[in-house]
């Protein structure tokens, strides 16, 4: 069965410093989905960030991006120049192949916190 | 409107009472999903549905149950409420295309 993990329970940053969220798994398979969920206070929860598992190059949006690192199972986030507004709780997910099933498996997430 | 609508957003209820959680959503999709979010624990998969006549229980599934009334609804029951599934609870829908899910606002039931 395949497994999400995240280290890291809390993490803080400086405002306009970057902060890095780890994120490994675990699967057989070699093709899949891996994502990055944002949940503020509002408990609404965002995409932020998404990678196809047969795509080489790391995946950006503005000023987040991530290292995807398929042999090493590993899929971390970075968020660059840290803004007030990125504290929230943040969640690495995984879902399978198509030919598998659609389940998307969810870390027990990381917390940021952004010191002004 | 949100695309995906959950009701009620906030509940408390007692013990052995039944529950009722609705989704309901507008983006057309045809796989709809209802998690559970603890402390610590991350989010957890209770049951999903690929269309109308096909609900598969995930890890979670002992005490609830569902029913997919239509392809833009699914909603989730607790037959008998116990306090250890006080939980923040969540329907989501699956954009085949992108992979993506998109969430609901969130249910919070507080089981006292």
């Known amino acids: 069965a395949q497994t999400v993990t995240q280290s890291q329970p809390e993490m803080s940053v400086q405002e306009a410093e970057t902060v890095t969220l780890s994120c490994t798994y675990d699967?057989?398979?070699?093709?899949?989905?891996l994502f990055w969920y944002k949940q503020p206070p509002s408990r609404q929860m965002i995409l932020v960030i998404r990678?196809?598992?047969?795509?080489?190059q790391n995946a950006t949006e503005n000023r987040f991006s991530v290292n995807f690192q398929k042999a090493a199972k590993s899929f971390s986030l970075k968020i660059s120049d840290s803004q007030l507004g990125d504290a929230a709780m943040y969640f690495c997910?995984?879902?399978?192949?198509?030919?598998?099933?659609?389940?998307?498996?969810f870390g027990t997430g990381t917390r940021l916190k952004v010191l002004a | 409107d949100a695309d995906v609508t959950q009701t009620p957003r906030n509940r408390i209820t007692k013990t052995g009472k039944r529950i009722m959680l609705e989704c309901s959503q507008t983006?057309?999709?045809?796989?709809m999903y209802w998690y559970r979010q603890d402390p610590g624990l991350g989010l957890r998969l209770i049951y999903y549905?690929?269309?109308?006549?096909?609900?598969n229980k995930g890890e979670i599934s002992d005490g609830y149950s569902v029913s997919r009334q239509a392809q833009a609804k699914f909603s989730l029951s607790l037959e008998s409420a116990i306090p250890n599934q006080t939980a923040l609870y969540f329907c989501?829908?699956?954009?085949?295309?992108?992979?993506?899910?998109?969430f609901g606002e969130g249910s919070r039931l507080t089981v006292l």
């Open positions: 990678q196809e598992a047969y795509k080489q």
């Open positions: 983006k057309g999709h045809d796989r």
């Open positions: 699967t057989s398979e070699s093709d899949y989905y």
């Open positions: 989501a829908t699956n954009d085949r295309g992108t992979g993506e899910l998109f």
């Open positions: 997910a995984y879902r399978g192949s198509p030919s598998g099933t659609y389940k998307y498996i």
């Open positions: 549905s690929f269309d109308v006549k096909d609900i």
